[in-house]
């Protein structure tokens, strides 16, 4: 059996972190018969050529390759290709590793759905974070529609037909971005992409030292003028308009606008100067207005600069950032404004869109607990606008429950901290406006503002699920005005929203009532019957209730109702005087002027009825006036 994925090493004095690297490929589970490793040591100097040498000794399916050092990851990435004979290839770095299951999750998506390209889950250890949380599992994802473009690492599995076609290499001689090119031709080309979201398949390491090539300073003019070459790339394949602009905002955010930060402030006048000559011509040409617009503030004021050539405001906008604090937020007017240097100053001219973060902000928050204690719902979690700055003088940030139902909404005011955590009550008595909730389902959902700034979003259901919202109604005694009535929280089916049920609308209260019929001696009838009512308050009525057509219902007196754990109900009846008949059997619940006839299963799931028969003394009398007008026969003297 051939090698079904090529995993190509690039390695340059990252002896420390290769035991784990290499081992995590030896213990995929896709079996190293289907593997083939090639390390190509790119001039290290630190012993990491000794060390693959001896760890390749006695297995056949790893290859060494040295070459001189090259200054970058892409000479080291080609030389692995051309040396590849997988049906995929998989290109990993020598400082990150392997989840187990990694190699056999890709190839299995790329197999079963013809994918060209597969994204595994990326998880950040050692500080650094994930380029982007890729959620969602799913065998065809759009470049345009879906965070995948986002990050443009090398680390995927592509298939190797794509690359032969395509004759995709790597940029030589880079040590930042020579993926770049690789990986927008081919995303840009393949049949189909697919992301395997559901399995942590690659660590990405935060060097503790500070040596990942990310980090490193480098002659950034050079390297803008090669990220010009990276966005006449995207123009050839994409035409203007939406699509494009997509996949420009990911550049103008992670390869144009970020190099002006703490190298930009690090250099001198000139160095500056050269930076931003570099820079203008991108901005020029490429940031069209909704690129511009869809920028958080920090990197939309870096753009306008540059294209006007302020230097010094620029470096004050840089500074700004690096000031170790947030920017200052102001709200307004249902608008929020990063209030950096040059906001609303007269003398600098710039106008307040280029500061507006009001798309920016979002609301977050978690459903930590939701519980009934009597009429109330008990809610905590977090909610907060995060994207915010500190917002000076006032309240900080607000919350509360919004209830809605057929064009109406009640606010149900909530407590916060300061910190992002809230409580609320939602009393369903006296939550529309200090009155009881109107019978019928109430969607949930949950505001924050800041000042006059307003977000709001569906209430999420708890994560681990500990929190009660089961959909089955309760019992629960709204007060004197109101009185009983049954209520539920309960998941929506589709998202997994909060939602409430007043009066048992969704799902009818006691569907678990079962019971069973009793003879005794003489023809005695007696039910027993079992129910669960959570929350019954304790003047709560059960009796069984009979019915047969033709006939007025009978109400039977419960002979024995005991109330026990979680609003288990159970009872026993003596059927006495019960006249003749098929009857079906119910439970009425009375709880003030709350009144439910609940149906009832019996033992084989079909409804529950008894029959009755007159007893033997009623028959004995029935007969009676029969047999004393009955005529006599030959015989009888």
């Known amino acids: 059996m051939g090698s079904r994925v090529s995993v190509v090493i690039p390695v340059h004095d990252t002896r420390r972190y290769l035991p784990r690297c290499l081992e995590s490929v030896a213990a995929q589970t896709l079996g190293q018969d289907r593997i083939e490793v090639i390390a190509v040591d790119d001039g290290s100097t630190d012993g990491s050529g000794e060390w693959l040498d001896a760890w390749a000794a006695g297995r056949p399916n790893t290859t060494v390759i040295h070459q001189p050092p090259s200054g970058g990851a892409g000479r080291p990435r080609n030389t692995g290709i051309d040396r590849a004979r997988g049906d995929y290839l998989f290109f990993l770095d020598s400082d990150d590793y392997l989840g187990d299951e990694a190699l056999e999750r890709l190839v299995a998506m790329a197999d079963a759905h013809g994918s060209d390209i597969v994204y595994g889950r990326i998880i950040g250890i050692g500080g650094r974070p994930a380029p982007v949380d890729l959620r969602t599992t799913s065998p065809d994802v759009s470049v345009f529609d879906s965070p995948v473009y986002w990050t443009l690492a090398a680390y995927k599995l592509w298939r190797r037909g794509l690359v032969d076609r395509l004759g995709l290499r790597f940029t030589e001689g880079l040590l930042v971005g020579e993926d770049l090119p690789f990986a927008v031709r081919g995303l840009l080309n393949a049949a189909k992409v697919s992301v395997v979201a559901d399995y942590d398949c690659y660590y ?149 869109a280029l500061f507006d973060l009001t798309s920016k902000v979002v609301l977050r928050q978690e459903l930590t607990d939701c519980h009934w204690d009597g009429p109330v719902l008990r809610l905590r979690g977090r909610a907060e606008l995060a994207g915010l700055g ?208 609940l149906p009832v299963t019996g033992p084989d799931g079909s409804p529950l009825r008894v029959t009755t028969r007159p007893s033997p003394l009623r028959r004995l009398a029935d007969r009676l006036p029969r047999l004393r007008t009955q005529p006599a026969t030959p015989g009888d003297a």
Not at 207 to 224: E, H, V, Y
Not at 242 to 271: I, Q, S, T, Y
Not at 418 to 447: F, K, N, Q, S
Not at 465 to 493: I, K, M, N, Q, W
Request: charged share 20%; proline share 9%.
């Open 204 to 352: 990405l390491e935060g060097r503790g030292d500070g040596s990942n090539a990310t980090r490193q300073d480098l002659d950034w003019p050079a390297q803008l003028r090669f990220v010009g070459s990276v966005l006449e790339l995207v123009a050839a394949h994409v035409p203007p308009g939406p699509d494009r602009d997509k996949l420009m905002r990911r550049h103008f955010h992670g390869e144009v606008l970020a190099p002006f930060g703490p190298h930009f402030l690090a250099r001198d006048e000139a160095g500056r100067a050269a930076m931003a000559a570099a820079a203008a011509p991108l901005v020029e040409r490429w940031l069209t207005d909704p690129v511009l617009a869809a920028l958080p503030p920090g990197l939309r004021l870096r753009a306008h600069l540059l294209r006007t050539g302020d230097l010094g405001a620029l470096a004050a906008v840089v500074a700004a950032d690096r000031a170790g604090t947030a920017v200052p937020t102001v709200v307004e007017d249902g608008r929020a404004y990063a209030a950096y240097p040059g906001f609303r100053d007269p003398a600098a001219g710039l106008v307040d």
């Open 390 to 597: 500190p917002l000076g003088p006032g309240p900080g940030q607000t919350a509360s429950i919004l209830l809605r139902r057929q064009g109406f909404t009640y606010a149900v005011p909530a407590e916060t901290d300061g910190e992002g955590h809230y409580r609320c009550t939602v009393d369903v008595g006296h939550a529309a406006d200090g009155g009881p909730l109107p019978e019928g389902v109430w969607t949930m959902r949950i505001a924050v503002a800041a000042g006059s700034l307003r977000k709001e979003a569906w209430l999420p259901g708890p994560e681990d699920g500990g929190c009660d919202t089961a959909p089955e109604p309760r019992l629960v005694d709204r007060g004197r005005a109101a009185g009983p009535t049954a209520v539920a929280a309960f998941l929506s089916e589709a998202h997994g929203h909060v939602n409430l049920d007043i009066g048992a609308t969704r799902r009818p209260l006691g569907r678990d009532a079962h019971g069973r019929v009793r003879r005794g001696a003489l023809g005695a009838v007696g039910v027993e019957a079992a129910v669960t009512l959570p929350g019954c308050p304790p003047s709560t009525r059960v009796r069984p209730l009979l019915t047969a057509p033709g006939r007025a219902p009978l109400l039977a007196a419960a002979a024995d109702c005991a109330v026990g754990e979680a609003g288990r109900v159970s009872l026993r009846c003596a059927l006495r005087g019960l006249p003749a008949g098929d009857w079906g059997v119910a439970l009425r619940v009375e709880a003030g002027t709350f009144v439910r006839d």
